[in-house]
Nanobody, 127 residues
Framework: QASLVESGGGAAQAGGSLRLSCAAS????????MGWFRQAPGKEREGVAS?????????ADSVKGRFTISQDNAKNTVTVYLQMNSLKPADTAMYYCAAVPGGYCSRPLSGDYYNYWGQGTQVTVSS
């Protein structure tokens, strides 16, 4: 069964950086819309960034200029990265990778749009 596995979370100081990775189990994901979401305790899930089949990217206003999503389809694997710079305590959350078939992201930051989800990786930013 197709799956997504996140890694790279951890603790960081405010102003620091982390890079999250999402490894997809099947090459079919290279033609999917891929996204990153996050959910902090007591808050609703938030779309962070997404990337479509043509490499077009979408970002939440809260992370524009600080986070970068990218995808590597080399070597018969599919990996999606989220480079997070200038981290803030408000970025603390569980981060999830998500995917939906179809190369174009029609609703890139809407969680309801995606039908494959990873188990998440925790990011904690201290001040």
């Amino acid at each position: 069964q197709a799956s997504l596995v996140e890694s790279g979370g951890g603790a960081a100081q405010a102003g620091g950086s982390l890079r999250l990775s999402c490894a997809a189990s099947e090459n079919t994901f290279r033609s999917y819309c891929m996204g990153w979401f996050r959910q902090a305790p007591g808050k609703e899930r938030e779309g962070v960034a997404s990337i479509d089949n043509d490499g077009y990217t979408y970002y939440a206003d809260s992370v524009k200029g600080r986070f970068t999503i990218s995808q590597d389809n080399a070597k018969n694997t599919v990996t999606v990265y989220l480079q997070m710079n200038s981290l803030k305590p408000a970025d603390t959350a569980m981060y999830y990778c998500a995917a939906v078939p179809g190369g174009y992201c029609s609703r890139p930051l809407s969680g309801d749009y995606y039908n494959y989800w990873g188990q998440g990786t925790q990011v904690t930013v201290s001040s």
